[in-house]
């Protein structure tokens, strides 16, 4: 978390001020397995997995109230701009090619939730059963609160609010095996997944934002001109990005 305090003045006249919080959960692997073998007229086979996964993911990036006009409050004031940015993240680089790898791996290689259980039970046992279930919460949050009565000045460049939040999870509920060799046998799989991405971004009463409307030069590094681009941008943009993929 990055904060701003409510009588904070940061100058940067001849340059840029860049304010960030960034927080990410790379390749994140949670499994829960379970594995039985009964031998011949065992009276029961019972083989059971749970997983319970709650993560929670946050970045926060605020200015602080300020008092009443004629008060104290903060004020950022930057001659080349103001970009104040969070970012709220989860990934699974193991995302592509999911199903060859399902095919091939055990479900903790690639899966950011797993749950799988299996019961291997000779004849005469009764009777054989195998359940899982796979329950996860994932929450990522991304803030940028500019408070009451704040003074934001771009001056000649643009001033930038921006929050980015994703997740791309692989949620995988196991095949249930209950061997059919046992007299009676049952098994089942459940799979409960809320997984959450919520960006905000909160301008308080009285706070002031001012930029000027420029242009972005981007330089491809060849020795063509053409090949550069030009990008209009505004004085004061606020941006909210954000993805939610879950397989």
């Known amino acids: 978390a990055v904060n701003v305090g409510s009588t904070a003045s940061l100058n940067a006249s001849a340059g840029s001020i860049d304010l960030g919080a960034s927080t990410d959960l790379a390749d994140t692997h949670m499994?829960?397995?379970?594995?039985?073998?009964?031998?011949?007229?065992?009276?029961?086979?019972?083989?059971a997995a749970l997983l319970y996964a709650r993560l929670d993911n946050t970045a926060n990036v605020g200015i602080a109230d300020g008092e009443?006009?004629?008060?104290?409050?903060?004020?950022?004031?930057?001659g080349q701009g103001i970009a104040v940015s969070s970012t709220s993240t989860q990934e699974n680089s193991q995302t592509a090619g999911i199903n060859d790898l399902a095919k091939n791996l055990q479900p903790e290689s690639f899966a950011t939730f797993a749950a799988e259980s299996a019961g291997d039970s000779s004849a005469g046992n009764t009777p054989a059963l195998a359940g899982?279930?796979?329950i996860n919460i994932l929450n990522n949050t991304a803030n940028v609160a500019v408070g009451n009565q704040a003074v934001l000045d771009a001056r000649e460049k643009g001033l930038s609010l921006k929050t980015n939040v994703g997740q791309n999870s692989v949620v995988l509920n196991g095949k249930p095996n209950a061997d059919t060799a046992a007299?009676?046998?049952?098994?089942g799989a459940a799979g409960v997944a809320e997984h959450s991405?919520?960006?905000?971004i909160t301008v308080g009463s009285g706070a002031r934002l001012t930029g000027s409307d420029w242009t972005e030069h981007d330089d491809k590094g060849t020795t063509e001109i053409s090949d550069d681009t030009d990008t209009p941008r505004y004085g004061v943009e606020l941006t909210a990005d954000n993805q939610n993929i879950t397989t």
Do not use: D, P
């Open 31 to 47: 499994t829960a397995l379970s594995g039985l073998t009964a031998g011949q007229n065992t009276n029961g086979a019972v083989s």
């Open 68 to 78: 009443a006009a004629g008060g104290q409050h903060a004020v950022l004031q930057a």
């Open 132 to 134: 899982a279930a796979n």
């Open 183 to 187: 007299v009676h046998a049952a098994g």
């Open 197 to 200: 991405t919520i960006g905000t």
